[in-house]
């Protein structure tokens, strides 16, 4: 990710031709994420009633509240590039800042929900759809801490007064958009599926 947003950065705003590189990363990503929603499904319907009985225990209200959170940071970002796209740089840093303060409230809140759930005695290895979950919910959280560093690393070049090429802006919001969209996924499929 460094060297993608360093390229992108050095390129400039002349460059807007679409970055290619990060589009085969959002290609590769939503596919591996799709070949687990389709393991979790598939062993969703040949254990139901376990697979009910586990998601019962989940927090649907902290889930929806996280998304809610993350539906926010996505808006603030599209304000962003507009912002960004008319070098609005005052604008564009308040929508960044919206969106990473955003990123930390669900970060904040998905360990908080970790923290009440392996205290509940629910683990990774406590049963399959908790397994399922901790990894689903473990490697979508990554997701957002690396969301989280490029978001940083595009208002620290506002901030500063650099000119930051409109591809950068666009590709670091479609990376923050397939971030929102695996969480809409998994907070569908997992804590609401999961308990229909």
Same mark, same amino acid.
């Given at each position: 990710?460094?060297?993608?947003?360093?390229?992108?950065?050095?390129?400039?705003?002349?460059?807007?031709?679409?970055?290619?590189?990060?589009?085969? /990363?959002?290609?590769?990503?939503?596919?591996?994420?799709?070949? /687990?929603?389709?393991?979790? @499904?598939?062993?969703?319907?040949?254990?139901?009633?376990?697979?009910?009985?586990?998601?019962?225990? @989940?927090?649907?209200?902290?889930?929806?509240?996280?998304?809610?959170?993350?539906?926010?940071?996505?808006?603030?970002?599209?304000?962003?590039?507009?912002?960004?796209?008319?070098?609005?740089?005052?604008?564009?840093?308040?929508?960044?800042?919206?969106?990473?303060?955003?990123?930390?409230?669900?970060?904040?809140?998905?360990?908080?929900?970790?923290?009440?759930?392996?205290?509940?005695?629910?683990?990774?290895?406590?049963?399959?759809?908790?397994? /399922?979950? /901790?990894?689903?919910?473990?490697?979508?959280?990554?997701?957002?801490?690396?969301?989280?560093? @490029?978001?940083?690393?595009?208002?620290?070049?506002?901030?500063?007064?650099?000119?930051?090429?409109?591809?950068?802006?666009?590709?670091?919001?479609?990376?923050?958009?397939?971030?929102?969209?695996?969480? @809409?996924?998994?907070?569908?499929?997992?804590?609401?599926?999961?308990?229909?």
């Amino acid at each position: 990710m460094t060297s993608f947003a360093q390229n992108s950065r050095d390129k400039g705003a002349l460059n807007d031709k679409p970055d290619w590189g990060m589009w085969l /990363f959002i290609l590769l990503d939503m596919t591996t994420f799709g070949l /687990f929603f389709a393991v979790f @499904l598939w062993e969703m319907s040949n254990h139901r009633d376990s697979f009910n009985a586990d998601a019962a225990h @989940l927090m649907i209200p902290l889930g929806l509240i996280n998304t809610l959170v993350l539906l926010t940071s996505s808006y603030a970002v599209v304000l962003a590039v507009h912002a960004g796209k008319a070098r609005d740089t005052g604008s564009a840093a308040r929508h960044l800042r919206l969106a990473l303060g955003a990123a930390g409230l669900f970060f904040t809140i998905k360990m908080t929900e970790y923290t009440l759930e392996v205290r509940g005695g629910h683990t990774l290895t406590s049963s399959p759809f908790f397994s /399922f979950y /901790f990894i689903l919910t473990g490697i979508h959280l990554l997701h957002i801490c690396i969301g989280t560093i @490029l978001l940083s690393n595009w208002r620290n070049d506002v901030i500063r007064g650099k000119k930051v090429a409109e591809r950068w802006m666009e590709s670091v919001a479609a990376y923050w958009h397939m971030v929102d969209l695996l969480w @809409l996924v998994i907070y569908s499929l997992v804590y609401i599926g999961s308990n229909a």
